[in-house]
């Protein structure tokens, strides 16, 4: 006997593009499916059509607007099925989506989770990017040091769940955090299920003005992002995470996440997790952030006091020395000779998809 498979569909004003989803469920080769549609306080004609798919399979709930987090909470709270995935109403599945995922965790009971590819797709539709091509490290098994890195996942939609894996500890979105919400669960969901990964295709992102990830300020982003990090900084699990991925999240979170925010970057170098890396590791990363405010001509007394901290924690590390010595010979002269040195050495950075689809 098939397995039921619930699929949550949050929306809030989604009359646009929300029939293509639900029909994109409609034709799954998958039959034995139940669509939870949660409406987030939506003020257009978002109930008109879904109330026009006559299906009994196809279920609507509608709430005061709380946020996406709430109304995939909710979603959690109706489901039924022994699998669980989700769906944004302007995105939509391939007709295999489900059939190749619950075919996939069928076989490998080993397995919490499983993860597929995908479309990064313009807003009439049109595939641009595969998920695999922009994020090549497709993983299996315990992900979670490098998920709480890197995002592995374009969108939750690609994540199909066994449902025990949830209750067990009531898992649930967290509310506070309105973007990366999904991240943030999946990052606490490795912390106890393995992931397995297919490269068939599960789910096509549609990429348009009124994504999440375009319309939401950059501030709210960006508190969500620190909630998110910081949530993982004080985890049980991060402890035992080895250090040359710890390097790496901090470097993400100080230099990137929390670029221009000396008060905040001050707070993470002096928590104890930070603490906790070597010397040498600290000592660099101090160096990056004075090295990021040193290029700008900002904050140069923060510039002066954390690359004194990087000096006294690996007093032997010439680039720290050389940093030291030109500023205290002539910051405009530092300053030059860093932009320069970057220059030569600097890495081609990825295009954001949300960038790419511009030109699409």
Known sequence: MSQLVTIIMPVFN??????????????????????VVIDDGSKDGTSSVVEAFDDPRISYTYQENRGQAAALNRGLELAHGKYITTLDADDWMPPNSLLDRVDYLECHQEFGA?????????????????????????????????????????TGAAVMIRREFIES????????????????????????????????????????DTNMTLALPNDHRLDSLVRMKSKVMESARFADV???????????????????QVEE??????????????????????????????????????????????????????????VIALTTININLARLVVIVWRGAHAKRHKISPFTMVETT
């Not at 009531?170 to 606490?188: G, H, L």
């Not at 106890?192 to 549609?206: E, L, M, N």
């Not at 250090?243 to 979170?253: A, G, I, P, R, S």
Request: hydrophobic share 40%; glycine share 4%.
């Open 242 to 260: 080895p250090d040359n991925h710890k390097t790496m999240f901090f470097y993400d979170l100080l230099i990137q996440v929390l670029k221009g």
């Open 14 to 35: 989604g009359e646009e593009f929300i029939a293509n989803a639900i029909k994109s469920v409609i034709d799954q080769t998958y039959s034995n499916w139940e669509l």
């Open 114 to 154: 499983v993860y597929g590819d995908g479309y990064y797709c313009n807003s009439s539709g049109k595939p641009f990017l595969r998920f695999s091509e922009y994020c090549p490290e497709y993983l299996s098994g315990d992900i979670y040091n490098v998920l709480i890195i890197s995002n592995l996942f374009a």
């Open 265 to 322: 970057q001050t707070r993470i170098f002096g928590s104890p997790q930070f603490q906790k890396l070597p010397n040498q590791q600290q000592a660099d990363l101090m160096r990056y952030a004075a090295i990021e405010y040193l290029i700008r001509g900002e904050n140069i007394e923060q510039v002066k006091n954390w690359l004194k901290s990087a000096w006294l924690l690996s007093y032997l590390n010439l680039k720290t020395c050389l």
């Open 169 to 208: 500890d009531k898992m649930r979105y967290d509310e506070s955090i309105a973007w990366c919400q999904d991240w943030d669960f999946y990052i606490r969901l490795a912390e106890k299920a393995i992931f397995g990964c297919i490269d068939t295709s599960t789910v096509h992102y549609r990429i348009h």
